[in-house]
């Protein structure tokens, strides 16, 4: 049971800080790279650090989800317990947060929200900032529970790519999913899979807050149909974990994210490749 009344996938700040003393909370920054900012957070806040320990040191490719082992150790030495309700928010608004809110969802947590709007949302209603929090919190008693499934391979992509049932979406812009533009990681190829579709994670977002559970359904209902199971890819896991959020809201519950993402399909290999216009529909106004 949440310990922050009504809290599902996502809160707003307003309920946040109305319980920013609660014993319970665990709030965790997911910011990554520059994003990190100047290192004020809302007050109590942890690093969730997806460029550091919290991706698998072991995998070529970025932000590889780590295993269970691993990921028990980090989230324990953040202060998460089986009893906390955590909260994960992002320097750009809703971005990598996401990714974050998924992972634990992946290993077997469901008591995380994202940040509605996140830190500038935050910022914006003139609630506090502090700089981190000085020392380590008491360790928590978290404990991974992989779910299968929620996080797939190229090969089940491939099956997915080829069932009538499923739809694979990708996040990128659509510049990137045409192969218009280069990728922003060196030596990947332009394009996008053959029968995947384009959501661009921007469009389910107005001011940085996620849109409407009814706005969402039609946006992801115009690309994937009347298809339940949906696939989920981006560039490297981490905006696909956006449309699995936005996904969830609008009420998909059959949903996996494909963790390696443009970073592995587009690497030079006999995956197939097109290029083109984006198969989603426009941006809404």
Do not use: K
Request: charged share 20%; proline share 9%.
């Amino acid at each position: 049971m949440a310990v922050l009344p009504g809290t599902g996938p996502l809160i707003g700040v307003d309920r946040l800080a109305g319980h920013l003393d609660h014993p319970a909370l665990v709030l965790l920054d997911a910011s990554v790279g520059a994003d990190e900012g100047d290192g004020r957070r809302i007050p109590g806040t942890r690093r969730f650090d997806l460029d550091g320990p919290l991706s698998d040191p072991s995998s070529p490719l970025p932000h590889t989800m780590p295993g269970p082992e691993r990921f028990t150790r980090e989230l324990r030495a953040l202060g998460v317990g089986t009893d906390s309700t955590v909260v994960v928010y992002d320097r750009i608004g809703i971005y990598s947060a996401a990714r974050a809110w998924w992972m634990l969802r992946v290993m077997g947590f469901d008591r995380v929200a994202v940040l509605d709007g996140g830190l500038p949302a935050w910022a914006a209603a003139g609630l506090p900032l502090a700089p981190a929090p000085a020392g380590q919190p008491p360790a928590g008693d978290f404990t991974a529970r992989p779910r299968p499934g929620l996080l797939v391979d190229r090969a089940e992509v491939v099956r997915a790519l080829a069932e009538d049932g499923t739809a694979v979406l990708d996040a990128r812009t659509r510049e990137r999913f045409a192969g218009q533009v280069e990728e922003v990681r060196p030596g990947l190829r332009r394009g996008h899979m053959p029968g995947a579709s384009n959501l661009p994670f921007g469009d389910l977002q107005d001011g940085g807050r996620m849109r409407p559970a009814t706005e969402l359904r039609a946006l992801f209902a115009a690309v994937a149909g009347d298809r339940e199971r949906l696939v989920l890819s981006c560039g490297s896991g981490v905006t696909a974990c956006v449309l699995a959020l936005g996904a969830d809201l609008a009420g998909y519950r059959d949903l996996a994210v494909y963790d390696g993402s443009w970073s592995e399909w587009g690497l030079p290999s006999e995956l197939p490749v097109a290029t083109g216009p984006a198969a989603g529909g426009p941006a809404p106004a």
